[in-house]
């Protein structure tokens, strides 16, 4: 008779796990799911209230996402602020908590139910956290009469088992949300390449701003004139300057590329023009330059504005005569070359300052283009990502995909370094997550290594009129705060208080996990 009634007096306790299980296994909508579980913890335990809390956007409070026997204007009222009350205490430390009379615990707030709507006797809170890979994730929380037969210790246990039940279906939907927005940045990946005549070139894009950096390049590009990229490092000049060669008439001719900034001035005659047989010490043979290597071709000098003065006068005398003369020659060597030139710094500026040339700058400036720096082409940041991505992907081997939040984190970055910077931050993202998801948490703590190190400090880049920055290092959130020395203190108290859990710590502090041993490493604190 005693082991009958155990088993009966713990059934509605089975019955709930085993339709919380069934629910999750079966169910397709996690709200339903999640709804139905606090349905029958009400119906079946008296654990009545139910409600699932989780941090929301960017706002670090915790709302109340699923609810079962809570109004509208209760589930609205229910926002607390992490350690705020008992449910914020949960959700900061990771322990559960029972309240056993709301009505004699100071910290219990009655911000989402009033007193008044609770029953005229002793009311009982408990709330636990819900976990993923012991981080805190979200609160479930619950009221029930105290004068219940049934031990708390019972309900606690049953409500530890439902806690990891609902974190499992919120992991499983957020990985479905990253597999369905993958798919969607795909798609608009595909659509970019149907779509845009740049794409078919490896330029991907739909901004206004690059379409029409887009068709100034491609009228011009059936012609023989010379051609001025404008635009900031990491760009992309190179690659439009490639789609206007291979869009010409010259496209089965070379397309040769020099970086005039990269060689050094004594070996940049060379490099430009060739030499003969033992024109220097050290020229065992005959070579030919760049200029006549790109002969029925295209010539693309990137950085034009570093050439000196003496190779600008050289190259002035190559597009007026169209010839050449290699090193330790008198030899004209007639060449027929297209020749498109980028910069990165103001030329006319260089003009005035007696820099640069001003009959070759009229040479080159015949039809100048100015490519859009990324921040003027955030719609473009989605699609760019997702195919760095790949190229990520199959040269490390690895499968990642972005998580949720992830692209947004890219998005709301102003790139200084333009997408040279982001072909970077991705790269390391792909091998940081070891080929599975890169999560926003992680976009952000590279982000934040990438101002820290004072090379993209972005503050100082104009914006496009009427275009709000996405963030300053000052004014962003602290995720891409520079380290400060005077943070040391605050860190060292914090692990103190928490008694040295980091994951604490780093919650107290506004930070995540990672964010805090990146500060702990820059600033010389022991793990």
Not at 92 to 115: F, K, N, S
Not at 317 to 342: F, M, N
Not at 470 to 478: H, K, M, T
């Amino acid at each position: 008779m005693g082991a009958t009634h155990h088993y009966s007096s713990t059934e509605p306790e089975l019955l709930v796990v085993q339709e919380a299980a069934r629910l999750i296994t079966h169910g397709s909508d996690t709200g339903g799911s999640i709804y139905g579980i606090l349905h029958l913890l009400s119906q079946l335990l008296g654990l009545n209230r139910g409600r699932v809390l989780l941090s929301e956007g960017e706002s670090p409070d915790l709302v109340i996402r699923y609810a079962y026997g809570l109004t509208a204007k209760e589930r609205e009222r229910g926002r607390y602020a992490i350690g705020e009350g008992i449910t914020g205490r949960v959700f900061h430390t990771g322990q559960m908590a029972l309240i056993q009379d709301i009505d004699d615990e100071p910290t219990y707030l009655r911000r989402a139910v009033d007193r008044a709507t609770l029953p005229d006797e002793t009311v009982a809170y408990i709330a636990v956290p819900i976990l993923w890979e012991d981080k805190p994730v979200g609160v479930l929380a619950v009221h029930r009469l105290r004068k219940r037969e049934r031990p708390f210790r019972r309900d606690m246990a049953l409500l530890q088992v439902i806690a990891t039940f609902i974190g499992q279906v919120l992991r499983i939907d957020e990985m479905v949300e990253a597999r369905t927005a993958d798919l969607l940045s795909k798609n608009q990946m595909l659509r970019n390449k149907l779509e845009s005549e740049g794409a078919r070139y490896g330029i991907l894009g739909q901004s206004p701003a690059l379409q029409e950096a887009v068709q100034q390049a491609l009228q011009v590009a059936a012609t023989n004139t010379t051609v001025l990229l404008l635009g900031e490092s990491g760009t992309g000049k190179e690659r439009f300057a490639r789609m206007q060669h291979m869009a010409s008439k010259r496209a089965d001719g070379p397309f040769v590329s020099i970086n005039c900034a990269a060689i050094p001035a004594n070996l940049m005659e060379s490099e430009l023009f060739g030499h003969e047989k033992g024109a220097f010490t050290g020229a065992a043979s005959a070579k030919r330059g760049r200029i006549e290597l790109a002969s029925n071709g295209t010539l693309f000098l990137d950085e034009i504005g570093d050439l000196d003065l003496e190779l600008q006068a050289k190259l002035l005398r190559v597009l007026e005569y169209k010839t050449i003369q290699r090193v330790g020659s008198t030899r004209e060597i007639p060449v027929d070359v297209r020749i498109v030139s980028a910069t990165h710094k103001d030329l006319q500026q260089a003009v005035q300052e007696k820099r640069f040339r001003l009959d070759l700058f009229y040479r080159l400036n015949v039809f100048p283009i100015k490519l859009p720096p990324l921040r003027a082409r955030q719609e473009d940041i989605g699609i760019l990502a997702q195919h760095l991505l790949g190229l990520a992907n199959q040269e490390f081997g690895h499968e990642s995909s972005f998580g949720p939040g992830a692209q947004g984190a890219l998005a709301a970055y102003t790139w200084p370094g333009n997408i040279r910077q982001l072909e970077n931050v991705i790269k390391r993202g792909v091998l940081m997550s070891g080929g599975r998801l890169i999560g926003r948490e992680l976009i952000e703590d590279i982000l934040a290594q990438e101002i820290s190190t004072g090379v993209h400090d972005a503050s100082h880049l104009p914006l496009p009129a009427g275009q709000a920055r996405p963030f300053s290092p000052v004014e962003q959130l602290r995720p891409y705060a520079r380290v400060r020395t005077e943070e040391t203190a605050d860190i060292l108290e914090a692990l103190r208080h928490q008694q040295g859990n980091k994951t604490r710590a780093a919650i107290s502090l506004g930070l995540t996990p990672r964010q805090l041993r990146y500060r702990m490493q820059k600033l010389g604190i022991a793990n």
